[in-house]
């Protein structure tokens, strides 16, 4: 079986990396494959990084469809692909185009990873799905949505959750790393991965340990990702200031493998309004670090409250520092959480299990 990854998304954001991923597997596992990207696009640069080639469409080919459809058909007849697997939702018309101009009877696949805002039921949706053999979603609530918003039969949607790898915990580089970066190892340590930027909510957890700190709570909270909005950067700073938090919250820069480094930290919160899934949470999990999350979205798919981590009401910083004083002093519930965290996600969130699952589904019944 020769598979081909399509993915022409510029963007940097968790289905590119979840791309990346699939190849770093196929590479470990010897699969056939091959993947399609822009040209320098994050994929495509990050497989040069790595020294695996990437066949490329050029973009403006992207504003005519049947063109790169014709061209991608004659690619998978050529390197006789026998399945194509999509990502990003712009490129499933001129892959569905293509699968109806090979000569091949080429199975595919797409993964959805955003949430369905509307309706698409009309004959140009019901022509594109009709073509699709198996239609794959990372939450229950998305395999919902894509029930009641698309023109798919059921047994065409399947439930897969993200998968993600394990790494060890290393005590004497966390260690090293935390002294570094001037934060206390004695005090409760927090940690929000993300991009800089408003709807990360980054705000919200300076609020909350700003409410903590007014408690006689001390904690550290450590920003870690690209600054995307200065502006907003530029206010975070100013609430740091406001709050005589200068010794509180840190920003660390980007990060090239945050799990490396989340075992380090007392507790990942994720702080967004309404994340379709939330990566960052099981790999917290399975790296045995207590997870806090946004009651939104695929979250409550991941945290079992109170069980296997906290929820907290989204865009609430009042009860996230509540949800935060059930841990902060005290470190039985905080350990009792990130094992019982670390237990599910090692039984639910297997990356080895995942990818297994995802080749399954790539032939045919």
């Not at 770093?24 to 994050?42: H, V």
């Not at 206010?235 to 509180?248: A, D, F, T, V």
């Not at 939330?278 to 109170?306: D, K, Q, T, W, Y």
């Not at 981590?309 to 470190?331: A, C, M």
Request: positive net charge; glycine residues 4%; hydrophobic residues 40%.
């Amino acid at each position: 079986m020769k598979v081909l990854q399509v993915c022409m998304s510029r963007g940097f954001g968790g289905l590119e990396l979840y791309v990346l991923n699939i190849i770093n597997y196929f590479e470990k596992n010897n699969q056939d494959y091959t993947i399609l990207c822009a040209k320098k696009s994050f994929i495509f640069d990050k497989l040069m990084n790595i020294n695996i080639l990437a066949n490329t469409f050029s973009s403006p080919f992207h504003r005519l469809p049947i063109l790169s459809a014709v061209k991608l058909a004659r690619y998978i007849d050529k390197n006789k692909i026998d399945v194509v697997h999509a990502h990003w939702s712009k490129d499933l018309l001129f892959v569905v185009l293509a699968k109806i101009f090979s000569r091949r009877k080429v199975r595919l696949i797409f993964t959805r990873h955003m949430a369905i805002s509307r309706k698409k039921k009309d004959v140009y949706h019901r022509f594109l799905y009709r073509h699709v053999d198996a239609y794959i979603v990372i939450t229950k609530e998305l395999y919902n949505n894509t029930i009641r918003n698309l023109p798919l039969n059921k047994s065409k949607v399947h439930l897969l959750y993200h998968g993600v790898p394990v790494v060890e915990h290393n005590t004497d580089k966390c260690k090293s790393f935390l002294a570094d970066k001037g934060i206390d190892e004695n005090i409760f340590h927090l940690v929000i991965f993300g991009r800089i930027e408003e709807g990360k909510g980054q705000h919200f957890v300076i609020e909350a340990v700003n409410n903590l700190k007014k408690q006689g709570k001390p904690v550290q909270l450590a920003m870690i990702g690209h600054i995307m909005d200065q502006d907003y950067y530029a206010m975070l700073n100013s609430k740091i200031k406001e709050y005589h938090l200068e010794k509180n919250v840190f920003y660390l820069g980007f990060h090239n493998h945050p799990p490396s480094i989340m075992s380090c930290f007392d507790a990942v919160v994720l702080a967004t309004k309404c994340e379709t899934f939330g990566l960052v949470l099981p790999e917290a999990m399975r790296a045995g670090v207590a997870v806090i999350g946004s009651n939104c979205g695929g979250v409550p798919e991941i945290i079992e409250h109170e069980k296997t981590g906290l929820l907290f009401k989204t865009e609430n910083p009042d009860d996230l520092s509540e949800q935060l004083l059930k841990i902060v002093d005290n470190k039985n519930a905080c350990d009792k959480l990130a094992l019982a965290g670390k237990n599910d996600a090692d039984k639910r969130f297997s990356e080895e299990k995942h990818f297994k699952n995802l080749v399954k589904l790539m032939v045919p019944e």
